[in-house]
């Protein structure tokens, strides 16, 4: 029994002053999810030591809540190789990035008298409809510029999108950063969100124009589930970090079953972090544990993996922040790796 006791808790000790990476050592020798937050920062070093695809599943309203920044900076720092987002992140995204700010409000706000006056609340978080109306309206403009004679995946889209925002943007932004460096960004439910709005008002707007209707914006979601089966096929290894869970979580998970499509069986994700408040006991895949994925094989049998129980918004800033200042020079040294979909089998390619 004796190499039961091979660890001790170590008491925290407070003392001003410390940086982020000395506080979750100090956490880390602690237990509950103290522990398992600084356990979380040291697993995303540990990706970014080895040859490993790191791909984040991002759910829930994160980016009203102040993480637009962070998520920039991971893919500026190429902390992370692939993004899969909600439509809803990705909208809000566009909303700051061309200068509309989401206001601290309060989560006892009376509903009846925003709605009154049009303003939209995320818990303690408010954004007038008619800023909405602006961002929205610039997808709908942006739509217009999209070839009507292919379809587009997400990643596609989210590519022109940025690089379209680049000349207006007021803020740095996810989509405008991910443009820049490279960073695969993808929605599988992008209907279920502004994006999915704006563009069904462009095609009704072009509908009643009188002008020859052209063809619509069309989408290969499939072409998304390909891609992102590929690049599981292709690296050396796989990691995989969710903020919440949702569809973003499971098309990442599916990614590695899928290389049977390209006649490959693969291990599973070989690092796994999840941040969610959501417990496995309801069924749901947001809860879902890492160790249920294992049963499917999304999950390698000898990942390393943590769940962390503790709202986003808390546990991000300390696990990025330390993962900043603790891994520089790994994060200097790292070379990303590189993502083509040159010669991948079933890629739809225009006449």
């Given at each position: ?117 049009r303003i ?51 803020e740095e ?129 000898d990942a ?48």
């Open positions: 029994m004796d190499d039961l006791f091979h660890s001790r808790v170590q008491p925290f000790a407070v003392s001003g002053g410390i940086s982020a990476r000395e506080l979750l050592d100090r956490m880390g020798g602690t237990a509950f999810q103290a522990r398992n937050v600084a356990q979380a920062s040291r697993i995303w070093s540990r990706m970014l030591e080895d040859d490993t695809v790191v791909m984040l599943g991002l759910a829930g309203a994160l980016v009203p809540g102040g993480m637009r920044l962070l998520f920039a900076y991971l893919i500026e720092n190429r902390m992370i190789d692939c993004l899969v987002s909600t439509g809803a992140n990705l909208f809000h995204d566009v909303y700051e990035t061309i200068g509309k700010p989401h206001y601290q409000g309060s989560a006892n706000s009376d509903d009846r008298e925003l709605g009154r006056r939209n609340r995320f818990y303690d978080v408010l954004a007038p409809e008619a800023d909405f109306s602006a961002a929205e309206e610039f997808l709908t403009q942006f739509s217009f510029t999209l070839d009507r004679s292919r379809p587009y995946t997400t990643r596609e889209y989210f590519h022109l999108l940025g690089k379209a925002l680049m000349p207006v943007a007021k932004g996810i989509l405008t950063t991910a443009a820049r460096c490279g960073v695969p960004v993808y929605s599988p439910a992008l209907g279920d969100s502004v994006h999915g709005l704006a563009i069904a008002t462009g095609r009704v707007r072009s509908a009643r124009s009188g002008r020859k209707q052209e063809p619509p914006v069309l989408f290969d979601i499939i072409g998304d589930v390909l891609e992102t089966a590929h690049i599981a096929s292709t690296a050396p290894a796989t990691g995989v970090i969710y903020v919440g869970g949702g569809t973003p979580k499971n098309f990442i998970q599916q990614a590695e079953v899928g290389g049977y499509i390209f006649q490959r069986e693969l291990p599973g994700h070989k690092y796994a972090i999840q941040i969610t408040m959501d417990q496995p006991q309801w069924g749901g895949l947001s809860g879902c544990t890492f160790e249920e994925a294992q049963s499917w094989r999304k999950i390698a049998a390393t993996m943590v769940t962390v129980n503790v709202e986003a918004t808390v546990a991000l800033p300390l696990i990025v922040s330390a993962l900043a200042e603790g891994s520089a020079d790994i994060i200097k040294k790292r070379r990303p790796p590189e993502i083509s979909f040159e010669g991948m089998p079933g890629a739809w390619r225009p006449e």
